[in-house]
C-alpha cells in the first residue's frame, strides 16, 4: 500500500516544498486547507492534479477528526500556524488558537482515529528567543519573546505529552529560519530580495528596514522538509534541532543580495524605528549535530546560494 501522507499548511512555503517531495517519494498527499474568500493556491498550483485537498481547519476538532478517517494517512506532518511574528503581537489570542491550540486538536485526533499514524510538528527556533546558550540545541532551554515563540513552545510540549503518556510516534523538529523563492514577502529575506529585484529594475529607490544587527540562521526550506520526513522514519520518536549552523546578521543579508546585482545597499536601505520589535531576538544559531548524526541530514544550498536564488526568482517575476 502506498503511503499516504496529510500535511496541514499545504499552502506555505514549507507544505509545497513537502508534498512535492512526498510525492517524487511516491506517497499519495492530502492537504487540510481552510475554506476562505481569498485562499491562495500559487505555491501548490503545479501540483494540484497530482495532490488532494480537504477542507479543514485547526481551530475545528470535527473537521480534522473526520480527516484523518476518511484519508487515513500513515504520516501526519502539522505545518499549519499563524506563522508571522509581527502579526503575533497584533492577534496574540488568534495565534495561541492556531499555532499552540491547534496542535493538541491534531494530536487529539491522530490519538482517537489510529495512534499507529507517525505525527510531525513544526517547532521553531523562536522558542528559544532571548537564548540561554549559544548555538542552541535540542537541550536548550527556551526563553520566547513573542506571543508566536510562547505559542510553539505550548506546541512543542503538548507533543512531547502526548507522546510519553499515549505512547504516540510524536516528535517535533525545531526549525531555525528557512527561506526560498516561495517565502512570503512580509519575512526579512523575501522582503529584502524582492526589493533588491525592483530597485535593479527601476521600479522603486529605497527599502525601510527595522533591526539591522539581528542574526539568524537563515538555510532553505527545500533542504529543511527533507529532515522533517526523515525523522518520522527513524525507529524511535525523537526530536531534533534542524539547522545550518552558521549566523549572518540583517546587514549581512542585504550586502549579499544588493551585492549580487552590483549595488551597495548603503544608498538604499533606511532603518525606520517603527519596524522594530517590542522584543526581538538577536542571536538564533542552531546546533544541528544531532540531526547530522542520526538522521544523516545536511543542509545542501548556502547561505549566498539562497538569497541569489531568490533574487534572481524575485527579478524573473518582476520583468
Known amino acids: 500500500m502506498a503511503k499516504r501522507a496529510l500535511i496541514t499548511g499545504i499552502t506555505g512555503q514549507d507544505g509545497s516544498y513537502l508534498a ?9 498527499v492530502y492537504g487540510m486547507v481552510r475554506r476562505s474568500s481569498t485562499t491562495r493556491f500559487d505555491r501548490i498550483q503545479h501540483i494540484l492534479d497530482c495532490i488532494t485537498l480537504v477542507p479543514g481547519d485547526l481551530l475545528d476538532q470535527v473537521s480534522i477528526i473526520n480527516i484523518i478517517r476518511d484519508c ?18 497584533a492577534q496574540p489570542v488568534l495565534t495561541a488558537e492556531f499555532t499552540a491550540l491547534g496542535v493538541t486538536r491534531t494530536l487529539d485526533a491522530v490519538r482517537m482515529v489510529d495512534p499507529s499514524i507517525r505525527f510531525y510538528q513544526a517547532s ?3 522558542m528559544f528567543g532571548k537564548v540561554q546558550e549559544v548555538p542552541q540545541c535540542e537541550t536548550t532551554p527556551f526563553y520566547p519573546r513573542s506571543p508566536y515563540g510562547v505559542a510553539k513552545c505550548y506546541g512543542h510540549w503538548i507533543t512531547v505529552n502526548y507522546r510519553e503518556s ?10 531555525f529560519n528557512h527561506e526560498s523563492p516561495r517565502r512570503g ?32 540562521d537563515w538555510g532553505y526550506a527545500g533542504d529543511y522538509v527533507r529532515a522533517m520526513w526523515l525523522m518520522l522514519q527513524q525507529e524511535r520518536p525523537e526530536d531534533y534541532v534542524v539547522a545550518t549552523g552558521i549566523q549572518h ?12 546585482v552590483g549595488l551597495d545597499y548603503h544608498d538604499y536601505v533606511t532603518v525606520d ?3 522594530l520589535r517590542p ?19 545536511e543542509p545542501q544550498v548556502s547561505f549566498e546560494e539562497l538569497i541569489h536564488m531568490m533574487v534572481d526568482h524575485d527579478l524573473e517575476e518582476l520583468r
Request: proline share 3%; with cysteine; charged share 20%.
Open 72 to 89: 487515513q494517512p500513515t504520516e501526519v506532518y502539522n505545518l499549519g500556524a499563524q506563522s508571522f511574528v509581527p502579526t503575533s503581537w
Open 20 to 28: 512535492e517531495f512526498l510525492l517524487d517519494k511516491g506517497y499519495e
Open 249 to 260: 546578521s540583517v546587514r549581512e543579508l542585504l550586502e549579499c543580495a544588493f551585492g549580487y
Open 279 to 297: 522584543a526581538d531576538v538577536e542571536q538564533l544559531v542552531g546546533d544541528c549535530s544531532k540531526a547530522r548524526r542520526q538522521l544523516g541530514w
Open 166 to 175: 499515549y505512547g504516540l510516534f510524536a516528535v517535533s523538529g525545531i526549525l
Open 185 to 216: 514577502l512580509e519575512f526579512v529575506t523575501r522582503k529584502v530580495t524582492h526589493a533588491v529585484a525592483k530597485i535593479a529594475l527601476g521600479q522603486a529607490n529605497s527599502l525601510p528596514m527595522g533591526n539591522l544587527d539581528a542574526r539568524r
Open 273 to 275: 524605528e517603527s519596524l
Open 124 to 126: 521553531s527556533s523562536e
